[in-house]
């Protein structure tokens, strides 16, 4: 009679493939922020050019008013604190996602340390089984012999 195979640690294996799951999730998601990190700041980037280019025509046009200048000298600092704030989100998102990579790394490899055990494992059982099926076998064989020789 065989006994079935049964992996003592499978909800262990189980619970870590499913953090494996969720950090892949959670990289997903960082990797999306990032990308709409890096669109609010091209966009925060293209608004800084043109302020700075819209500066730049009115200075040298010369017909404009001071309170205009200041207006428009205004207008280009909220620009390069919008984009210095663009920077600073960018760089939080690329942290983010270096982070949650490193998590779904070791997630990742304690997964497939227990896929590993439990396969290392199965077939063990396995040779076990085979040699006590071989083992019952040979028995049977020998007592045959025995009777057939007496």
Known sequence: MSVPFRFRLERVR???ERKEELAKAELAQAIGRLSESEHRLRAADERLSKAREQHR???DAGATSGAD???RQAYLERAERLRSRGAEEMSRSESEVEDR???LGRA??????????????????LHELARTEGKALDELAIERFRRSAA
């Open 101 to 103: 990579n490193a998590v």
């Open 69 to 71: 200048m200041r207006a």
């Open 108 to 125: 990742a490899q304690e997964h497939e340390m227990l896929k590993r055990l439990k396969e290392r494992r199965r077939s063990e059982h």
């Open 57 to 59: 025509s009115a200075a």
């Open 14 to 16: 189980a619970l870590r």
